[in-house]
């Protein structure tokens, strides 16, 4: 059972990733699914709530608040789907594309700041080893 280590070491890596990422999203004024969301349409044309969810980490469950939230907050807009009458598309607003240029390469910068302790060869072995270990599931 030495891959209980492994996954011991999955989990809390993630756990301290994201408690590092979302202190800063929400020092920004986003929650880390708003500013997924945000970060997902920033230079996109918009996109259905599916393609939407496809593209993040998002359940579909969760969805539905988290836009409404946006849309309240002024960063996203829907539009209507000239594709399919029933369904909508979903787009930065202007106030959102501001948010999207400056939160999104605070963000970048803001985790270069660890990941530069890591060299190239580094990155791409850990990028080598998640891969395989994540296709063993798939």
Avoid: W
Avoid at 4 to 24: D, G, M, P, R, V
Avoid at 71 to 99: F, H, M, Q
Avoid at 105 to 133: D, G, M, R, W, Y
Wanted: charged share 25%.
């Amino acid at each position: 059972m030495t891959y209980l280590s492994l996954i011991k070491e999955l989990a809390t890596t993630y756990q301290a990733f994201e408690n590092y990422s979302a202190t800063h999203v929400r020092e920004m004024g986003l929650t880390a699914t708003q500013f997924d969301i945000l970060a997902t349409l920033g230079n996109q044309p918009p996109m259905t709530c599916k393609e939407l969810g496809d593209k993040t980490l998002i359940l579909k469950g969760t969805m539905t608040g988290v836009l409404e939230r946006m849309e309240a907050k002024g960063l996203i807009e829907k539009i209507p789907n000239e594709e399919d009458g029933r369904s909508y598309k979903i787009g930065l607003t202007k106030l959102g594309e501001k948010t999207f240029k400056k939160c999104f390469p605070e963000h970048l910068q803001h985790l270069e700041k660890v990941f530069q302790q890591l060299n190239s060869q580094q990155i791409e072995q850990a990028v080598s080893v998640l891969k395989t270990v994540k296709a063993i599931f798939n």
